[in-house]
């Protein structure tokens, strides 16, 4: 049984940092893509950032970018999400997911199709 599982979020101030960790049994992530993904409340799912399983390439979302860094350890068993200069509107569930191909939009058919395994999420709440 594959299982992704996400850790580190919580309540962070305004302007504050978190480090987001995914890992996963049954699966090795090495052998992935591994994206992370947010959905707010009353709001769409959207990608954060993608790290390549081969060269180890990054993508993030505009939205993000240059707040936002994705990596993974050496091994390969854990993704990182680190978020900078926080904001409250980056309250969100975080989630990460591991697939075949990098893709870090909004539109649902897409995620789905180019990943195939994902974690429940960890919530990240931004607020003084």
């Known amino acids: 049984q594959v299982q992704l599982v996400e850790s580190g979020g919580g309540l962070v101030q305004p302007g504050g940092s978190l480090r987001l960790s995914c890992t996963a049994s049954g699966v090795s992530l090495a052998n992935y893509h591994v994206g992370w993904f947010r959905r707010a409340p009353g709001k769409e799912r959207e990608g954060v950032a993608c790290i390549e399983g081969d060269f180890g390439a990054t993508l993030y979302a505009d939205s993000v970018k240059g707040r936002v860094t994705i990596s993974r350890d050496h091994r390969k068993i854990t993704v990182y999400l680190q978020i900078d200069s926080l904001k409250p509107e980056d309250t969100a569930v975080y989630s990460c997911?591991?697939?075949?191909?990098?893709?870090?939009?909004?539109?649902?058919?897409?995620?789905?199709?180019?990943?195939?395994?994902w974690g429940q999420g960890t919530q990240v709440t931004v607020s003084s």
């Open positions: 997911a591991a697939g075949y191909r990098c893709y870090v939009g909004a539109d649902e058919s897409v995620l789905l199709r180019n990943y195939n395994y």
